[in-house]
């Protein structure tokens, strides 16, 4: 028999809410954190249109682990392509990235790798802000073209904070 999720009710099977994004039940090793980041985007993939995926991003955990963490971030990037994703889903993912960046910043002090991640996701981030924020401010309606330049830089960030951990 199914649960319900507690956030919204939803009938929930794995370790996440496929309606809001929500964690069911305990997660309580990096293993089945990186289990529920992997189903997350499983949700996120099948949602039905804009709305629900932007809500699954929003309603998605925060890791703990810092490979999870940096998992978290190269998939939320992916969310950013406007070829694929329209108005919410990139502006649900770009703060997504924001906490995942935040959150490895506490973990920064003393381990490398997630200092030298979030110097880099932080600096693309400040970056596609201002530029964004240029943009909007000259009345520009092409940030169209912004986020094109935008996921190239975080693509690329994710890809070497992958290798970072890969290596
Ligand atoms: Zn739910």
Redesign the pocket.
């Known amino acids: 028999m199914a649960d319900r ?6 009938e ?1 099977r794995g370790r996440i ?1 496929h ?4 964690v069911v039940g305990r997660i309580e090793t990096p293993e089945a954190e990186a289990e529920a980041i992997q189903e997350l985007h499983v949700a996120i993939s099948e949602a039905r249109d804009d709305q629900a995926r932007a809500r699954l991003i929003s ?1 998605g955990p925060l890791p703990d682990d810092r490979d999870v963490l940096l998992d978290a971030a190269l998939r939320a990037t992916q969310l950013l392509d406007p070829k694929n994703y329209s108005y919410e889903t990139p502006h649900a993912a770009l703060r997504r990235i924001e906490a995942v960046a935040s959150k490895l910043r506490v973990l920064a002090p003393g381990d490398d790798v997630a200092q030298r991640g979030v110097n880099e996701l932080e600096k693309r981030l400040s970056e596609f802000q201002a530029a964004v924020a240029r943009e909007e401010q000259a009345g520009n309606k092409a940030v169209f073209g912004i986020l094109v330049v935008a996921v190239a830089l975080l693509a690329a960030v994710a890809y070497g904070t992958w290798r970072l951990l890969t290596g």
Do not use: D, K
């Open positions: 999720c507690q956030s919204c009710g939803s929930v809410c309606f809001c994004g929500s309603g």
